[in-house]
């Protein structure tokens, strides 16, 4: 992804084509990039060999998923739609975890009937709900019990989920308790201890003292984990400020833990194998004068793109086409939406615009399909994955028949 003159380009096909064909608002995702993130991430943890699972949330297209699935990664799954979609896509059940806080008996009772890996257990109420499923099935069911370490992942207050605060996990003396109710249990196989602190994690110093808890917790139990899964997290950077995680740093300290226990390390990333694969193409609707800024009104909205209006974040925005020329006036990229915070940007330095230009909103592959709606009623997007020089649409853009 990058200018070729003053166009830009991603896997030598240019924007602006695609733009012509497909229309704005446009999701569009380099298969080249997922793929080197995907081998970028086996290389950071290969002396561990670990299990690794892609978190289904961060984005859910089923083609994405195959391509992902082929890859050789599994899934990290929250519902039951999205099991349902990480198997229609070909991922090994015995490749798949099943997390969440609120698993309907429904839910669990497909997953023990697909005999995926592991069921993540986030309370007593589930685990007792898993027995009556898995004793009416007359099954033994692995699961896993989520232990929240009470660590502050240093990240967005929204998505922290590590703290004691936070909905997630049991606290250390309630884990302590279920792992011995579950050593009489004649339907459950005990078989993980799982943690994950929140997510856009760019500094291994929460991860590090997340393993202190997880070491002292499994010292406690007296019990042998086969697997210790810890949950993804690991941030990309959204701009030019954000530092990277330090992959090294953090992988000695998880070998100590494997080397202390012999237990294997499953992973659930999302954001760091899909976030920056993509981009949102927008055109400018209109360019409105105010008193101290211009506002940018775009074809896509925050129906389109979630996470700016729902926790305030930034993504990069940048024009489709060059021209050098510094506007004297502060833009405000906004969407059409009837809300006040339907806003993406403000720009100080950015070059001079006019309306029906093309801008490019980046790093959108994570959460950005994924939380769309109909909102105002209004279309989801296209997605395009290029490959190659090859342009595969592997979602159409909504028409007004299916949702009206």
Request: aromatic share 8%; proline share 3%.
């Amino acid at each position: 992804m990058k200018y070729i003159g003053k166009n830009f380009v991603m896997e030598g096909v240019k924007i602006r084509n695609l733009v012509k064909k497909f229309e704005t608002p446009l999701y569009c995702y380099s298969y080249k990039k997922l793929k080197k993130n995907i081998n970028q991430f086996k290389i950071n943890f290969k002396n561990l060999n670990p299990i690794i699972c892609f978190a289904v949330k961060a984005n859910s297209n089923i083609k994405l998923l195959k391509e992902i699935q082929k890859l050789g990664l599994g899934a990290d799954v929250v519902s039951l739609g999205e099991l349902m979609k990480a198997l229609k896509a070909g991922v090994n059940p015995k490749k798949i975890v099943f997390s969440g806080v609120g698993k309907t008996s429904e839910e669990l009772d497909f997953a023990i009937q697909k005999e995926i890996l592991l069921i993540n257990a986030e309370s007593k109420s589930e685990i007792l709900e898993i027995e009556k499923i898995a004793k009416k099935k007359k099954k033994i069911v692995n699961i896993g019990i989520r232990l929240n370490p009470n660590t502050d992942a240093r990240t967005l207050k929204k998505i922290s989920t590590g703290k004691k605060q936070d909905k997630f996990g049991v606290s250390e003396k309630y884990f302590l308790e279920l792992v011995n109710y579950l050593k009489d249990s004649k339907f459950i196989n005990l078989k993980c201890i799982s943690v994950h602190i929140g997510s856009q994690i760019l500094n291994h110093q929460p991860y590090e003292k997340m393993l202190k808890v997880v070491d002292r917790v499994i010292k406690k139990s007296k019990y042998k984990f086969e697997f210790i899964d810890l949950g993804g997290g690991m941030g990309i950077s959204y701009g030019e400020k954000d530092k990277s995680l330090n992959y090294r740093k953090y992988s000695i300290a998880i070998r100590k833990i494997v080397k202390k226990y012999k237990t294997k390390i499953i992973f659930e990333p999302g954001r760091s194998i899909i976030g920056n694969t993509a981009i949102l193409v927008s055109r400018i609707i209109y360019i409105k004068q105010g008193s101290s800024k211009n506002f940018v009104i775009l074809d896509a909205a925050m129906n389109d793109l979630m996470r700016p209006a729902l926790y305030g974040a930034k993504h990069k925005i940048i024009p489709e086409n060059k021209n050098n020329i510094l506007s004297k006036k502060t833009y405000e990229f906004v969407g059409p939406i009837c809300e006040s915070s339907d806003k993406f940007l403000t720009a100080k330095k950015f070059q001079k615009l006019k309306e029906k230009d093309l801008i490019i909103i980046s790093d959108v592959g994570a959460y950005g399909m994924s939380l769309s709606s109909n909102y105002n009623v209004r279309l989801k997007p296209p997605e395009i994955l290029i490959k190659g020089y090859k342009v595969n649409v592997i979602k159409k853009r909504q028409k007004f028949k299916d949702i009206i």
